[in-house]
């Protein structure tokens, strides 16, 4: 992902990222950064205070980026359409549940190239986590040319979530107890768009996988 102006690069010790759709569940942290985490103590859950989480970060599934992924529905087809996956948007009177989990600044480069429709911001004064944390936190905030596709996507009746994803977030969400999944509920509006049975697929994937992780 592109620097971006307002990222705010990190100084001193390594950083912490707030995750809050796929990056919840320890497992899919774990295959983001390619090791297995310390759930003991540089893993907890957490809140963002001043967001509210909504379906608004969009792609073009026929995009032709061989480094991107995209995807397929069952038949293996790819259709025409604007894939929306979660994001957060600024919002005084809300905040969103998640989990915060601490990474090296080679790992944080490479979260930032994953998330390649969003920008890193750090929001370490508006993070509550009952962990100890010593170091800066950082989320990631979809661009705006992410929240366009969805807006255009939605208007035309082409924007789609993926339903491997949708069950993926909300797995995470569940494996840390039916007091964060209740407020993931609570705290993220209710898709616009219609839910289909689309699978990722990535740069190099031989096979269709049904892991729908963003």
């Known amino acids: 992902m592109p620097a971006s102006p307002d990222v705010v690069e990190t100084v ?127 989320t990631y905030l979809p661009l705006a040319s992410a929240t366009r596709l969805t807006t255009a996507g939605q208007a035309d009746g082409s924007d789609t979530i993926s339903e491997d994803y949708k069950l993926l977030v909300e797995r995470g969400f569940q494996s840390l107890g039916p007091d964060a999944y209740a407020e993931y509920l609570a705290s993220t509006d209710i898709p616009i768009s219609p839910v289909m049975p689309l699978r990722i697929k990535r740069p190099g994937q031989t096979a269709r996988s049904g892991n729908g992780a963003n």
């Open 12 to 138: 001193g010790g390594n950083p912490w990222v707030f995750g809050y759709g796929s990056l919840v569940a320890a497992g899919e942290i774990e295959r983001a950064i390619g090791r297995p985490i310390d759930a003991a103590s540089h893993y907890g859950t957490a809140a963002l205070v001043g967001y509210r989480r909504t379906w608004n970060a969009g792609m073009r599934n026929l995009h032709d980026d061989p480094t991107d992924k995209h995807y397929e529905l069952p038949d293996g087809t790819r259709p025409d359409r604007t894939i929306s996956a979660l994001g957060i948007e600024p919002d005084q009177t809300s905040r969103v549940n998640g989990v915060v989990f601490r990474v090296t600044r080679a790992e944080l480069n490479a979260l930032d190239r994953r998330e390649r429709r969003y920008r890193r911001i750090e929001c370490s004064l508006q993070i509550v986590a009952e962990l100890p944390m010593a170091g800066q936190v950082f």
